[in-house]
């Protein structure tokens, strides 16, 4: 059964450098890769101007550019286990991407942290930042800018073991693992003087979870930011890519809500998979 891949573009370089990414990432699996643009209508019909005919050419022009994108990925991509379809949207980011993982039963959304619109004070840019606020049915991966691949033999899970991990959530981790014989290091940043009987408990069973993948336990000092620390961690072991799972008050959830001026706060310098509650 071939893993479906979805990958939204705006047609930037950033967009480019995520498809890039994904292609390498899965490069020895079979795979549908879906590039997905969207016209936001509702956003064109609050401008006075936009006509049906300037509409309609909006569409023929991002139908031509998704096509162009289908054949430059063919011929740069050597996997013949690969199949590469295009879809175009005409409604906001979050809510074709909501739709199209229903449609075609998305296993993963791959995209970038910026749009054509670069900003380097910011985290990710407004359209990544809704995403990630609005899917909660699909894992969604954010690739850096300009980010060059790397096989992902190390691979970061930060947890406070406050909570209950359910099989899929671990599964999609496993999932990720499979690709290239990864490890996961499990981290934990201390705020607290010994675990408590729930954390305990949680992170038994996570060790259970993970009994058949390479992993091990790594406590690090609550001597800074979350971010900042986990930044460090990400250095320290060379991690390849960092992986949450964005759940009611967890560290995800706190920087994608941050107002925009606060997100300066975290950039992930590696892909970053958010695995939905």
Not at 231 to 248: A, G, S, T
């Amino acid at each position: 059964m071939k893993t479906k891949i979805l990958l939204p573009t705006d047609f930037s370089d950033n967009a480019w450098s995520a498809i890039v990414y994904a292609l390498k990432l899965y490069a020895n699996e079979s795979c549908v890769f879906y590039f997905l643009n969207t016209i936001d209508n509702e956003a064109l019909h609050r401008r006075s101007l936009v006509t049906g005919h300037f509409l309609e050419e909006l569409k023929q022009e991002a139908t031509k550019n998704l096509l162009e994108l289908k054949e430059q990925a063919s011929v740069s991509n050597a996997n013949e286990n690969h199949e590469f379809e295009v879809v175009l949207c005409s409604e906001k980011i979050e809510v074709a991407i909501k739709k199209n993982i229903e449609k075609h039963h998305i296993n993963m959304v791959i995209m970038g942290t910026k749009g054509a619109s670069k900003n380097e004070k910011v985290l990710f840019g407004s359209n990544t930042v809704h995403v990630l606020n609005k899917v909660k049915t699909c894992p969604i991966m954010v690739v850096p800018d300009e980010f060059d691949f790397v096989k992902p033999t190390q691979i970061a899970f930060p947890t406070d073991y406050n909570r209950f991990y359910k099989g899929e959530e671990i599964q999609v981790l496993r999932n990720l693992t499979e690709l290239y014989n990864s490890k996961i290091r499990i981290v934990h940043i201390e705020e607290e003087k010994e675990l408590n009987q729930v954390q305990r408990y949680n992170i038994n069973e996570l060790d259970e979870y993970l009994n058949q993948v390479e992993h091990s336990f790594h406590w690090m000092p609550n001597y800074a930011k979350k971010a900042t620390v986990i930044n460090d961690f990400i250095e320290e072991l060379n991690i390849n890519i960092l992986v949450m799972v964005n759940y009611k008050h967890s560290f995800i959830e706190s920087i994608i809500n941050e107002p925009v001026l606060k997100k300066i706060s975290f950039h992930p310098i590696i892909p970053f998979l958010v695995i939905p509650e």
